[in-house]
């Protein structure tokens, strides 16, 4: 297994200037994730811990959504910037602004979920006792629609086919 590994990253090594593109496009995607989770995740403790303050309002949650989208936006594009401009030359790799992107991209979601475990007293081991309020609440939602009606009675219609 390990040989195939090592093959696939002699190809890609080798290839760099044609994968350096992909590479960087999946490293803002698998940024955009994390960090959309991280905000998601800040938005909640903030909406816990500061109930009164006019950004965890429910009036100002687009705001709050747009402006921590353009932060998402801004740093998952600046981590895979890095990526791309450490990727510039494959007889420099590795270099040791590629391995502390990397290691900063992995670490910094780990650290925010310990960090949301010890504020928020939950743990993986508790089976997640009560969630936090949701930020979005059912009553900004519209009703649900009405029943369908019936359609005949269960001996008259048969798949479509009359009895």
Known sequence: MALIVVNIAVFIVKHLAAFRWSIAILAFVSGMM???????????LFQKRYREHA????VNQDVVLIGGMAVV???????????????????SLPNAMTFLTGIFAIAVPFAFQFVFERVLGRSPKQGGA??????????????????????????????????
């Not at 994390?34 to 909640?44: A, E, T, V």
């Open 34 to 44: 994390l960090n959309s989770w991280i905000g998601l995740k800040i938005y909640r």
């Open 55 to 58: 950004l965890a309002s429910d």
């Open 130 to 163: 009560e969630l936090p309020a949701n930020p979005f609440p059912s009553a900004l939602l519209p009703p649900a629609p009405p029943p369908p009606a019936p359609m005949g009675q269960p001996s008259q219609r048969w798949f479509g086919r009359q009895r």
């Open 73 to 91: 936006i801004g740093v998952s594009f600046i981590t895979a910037l890095f990526c791309y401009l450490g990727l510039s030359n494959e007889a």
